[in-house]
Each structure stands twice: as structure tokens, then as C-alpha cells.
């Protein structure tokens, strides 16, 4: 069974940047659109971001636009968050999810329950603070 693993996060500034990173075992991760969440204390799960396996097509949430950028790296199996210009509504647990038939053009991309239970990361602490 495919196993998400992400990681980076932490603490900045206002202002500052963090990337986080997003993989799969078995190098699958190609073959699979992939999702980035958020949730902050006391709010619903949001979808911040979304890259697609074929075309690479990719969608943001409005309050990340231009300040946020999906990739994917082929050759690391790998997708990264680069975020820029943090904002302290910014802070919350980042989670990344994976779905093998996603579109991220199409609407949907940001409804965590459009991506499998067990194609979850186990989330990563993103803090903005002065």
C-alpha cells in the first residue's frame, strides 16, 4: 500500500518562507494528484493547493495566490509547498494528500473527502508568528 510521508514546516516570521515536502514509497507518487491541506486550531480543514498527475495542471486556494507555489520534482518523487510571504492566518497543521484520479482543475480539488482515507500524510506544524 502506497505510504505518504511529508515533512518541513516549523516556525517564521511574517513574511518568511517554508517549504514542505511530499513523498511516496515505491516511486508512485508520479502517477498520483497530489493535495496540500490545512487546518487551523478551531477550523474546518481547507484546501490550500493541488498539482495533477498528467498534466500537471494546478490550483490554489484565493488566500494563497501569488504567495504559495506547487511543484513537482519527477526524478525525486517528490511535491513541494514553496510558501512565500507567510501570514500568521497562515499558521496550522499542513497535511498532504494523494489521489490517483484527480483532476485539480475540475472543482473538488480542495474537498479533503475526494482523496482516500489511507493517502494521507501525518501533517506538519506550520507556525507565523512575530
Known amino acids: 500500500q502506497l505510504q505518504v510521508e511529508q515533512s518541513g514546516g516549523g516556525s517564521v516570521q511574517p513574511g518568511g518562507s517554508l517549504r514542505l515536502s511530499c513523498t511516496a514509497s515505491?516511486?508512485?507518487?508520479?502517477?498520483?494528484?497530489v493535495g496540500w491541506f490545512r487546518q487551523a486550531p478551531g477550523k474546518e480543514r481547507e484546501g490550500v493547493s493541488c498539482?495533477?498527475?498528467?498534466?500537471?495542471?494546478?490550483n490554489y486556494a484565493d488566500s494563497v495566490k501569488g504567495r504559495f507555489t506547487i511543484a513537482r520534482d519527477k526524478a525525486k518523487n517528490t511535491v513541494y509547498l514553496q510558501m512565500d510571504s507567510l501570514k500568521p492566518e497562515d499558521t496550522g497543521v499542513y497535511s498532504c494528500?494523494?489521489?490517483?484520479?484527480?483532476?485539480?482543475?475540475?472543482?473538488?480539488?480542495?474537498?479533503?473527502?475526494?482523496?482516500?482515507?489511507?493517502?494521507w500524510g501525518k501533517g506538519t506544524r506550520v507556525t507565523v508568528s512575530s
Open positions: 515505491e516511486s508512485q507518487l508520479n502517477f498520483y494528484a
Open positions: 494528500a494523494v489521489e490517483p484520479y484527480l483532476n485539480c482543475l475540475r472543482e473538488g480539488w480542495d474537498d479533503p473527502h475526494n482523496y482516500g482515507m489511507d493517502y
Open positions: 498539482i495533477s498527475s498528467n498534466n500537471g495542471g494546478t
